[in-house]
């Protein structure tokens, strides 16, 4: 079976700090991967998602993602934390069967972030 | 509001008592799924619909029952709860499934089972 592993369970930053969140997923195939965030009380969205191309991709609030094929990983990251990013951050792995063409996703456990202003 | 709307946010019952969880979405979306958040395992799938009265198994669909007469409701029954299924529930839905899908998710539901 798939996973996804997301190392870090509780980060604690300061306003301003640099943020990176660690994801690794175990799947030798094809894939395509997200990052969702739930702020408190929320709806788990979209932060970004790589399908394919350029492997540093950008999303929302300042957030940005690297794929390295090589080392199975999607890390997230913001140069500057805000208070507002206090929130769950989910990386996700939509991957196919083999010989299906119907995603299943993924999720790792999920990182809690909080900022301290 | 459009979107994806679950009902009740909270609840807690006793062991043995049917319970109802709810999920409603306006975007008429085939797709629909129910994850189990615990700590530990992520965001799990329970069961999944591609459609009005199509439904299957995810990955740990034990002791959950799902229907979906209307496109846009996809209720998950908790036929005989037990303390294992305590946890945060969403729903989610997609307009097509495939690997490049983005799915959309509810606000969750947590369930607490004493």
């Known amino acids: 079976a798939q996973s996804v592993s997301q190392h870090n369970h509780h980060v604690i930053l300061s306003e301003a700090a640099s943020l990176e969140l660690g994801c690794n997923y175990s799947y030798g195939g094809t894939v395509n991967l997200f990052w969702y965030v739930q702020y408190p009380g929320q709806h788990l969205q979209l932060l970004l998602k790589y399908f394919s191309g350029d492997p540093l991709v950008k999303g929302i609030k300042g957030f940005e993602a690297e794929f390295i094929k090589s080392k199975f990983s999607f890390n997230l990251r913001k140069p500057s934390v805000q208070w507002s990013d206090t929130a769950e951050y989910f990386c996700?792995?939509?991957?196919?069967?083999?010989?299906?063409?119907?995603?299943?996703?993924?999720f790792g456990r999920g990182t809690q972030l909080t900022v301290w202003p | 509001d459009a979107g994806i709307t679950q009902s009740p946010r909270y609840k807690i019952t006793e062991t043995g008592r049917q319970v109802t969880l709810m999920c409603h979405q306006t975007w008429s979306h085939s797709y629909m799924f129910w994850y189990r958040q615990d700590l530990g395992h992520g965001l799990r799938l329970i069961y999944y619909s591609a459609a009005a009265d199509i439904t299957d198994k995810g990955e740990v669909p034990d002791g959950y029952v799902v229907s979906r007469s209307k496109t846009e409701n996809f209720p998950l029954t908790l036929e005989s709860a037990t303390r294992s299924q305590t946890s945060v529930y969403f729903c989610?839905?997609?307009?097509?499934?495939?690997?490049?899908?983005?799915?959309?998710f509810g606000p969750g539901t947590r369930l607490t089972v004493t």
């Open positions: 996700a792995v939509n991957a196919a069967d083999r010989g299906s063409t119907l995603g299943r996703l993924y």
């Open positions: 989610a839905s997609s307009e097509v499934w495939t690997v490049t899908a983005e799915q959309y």
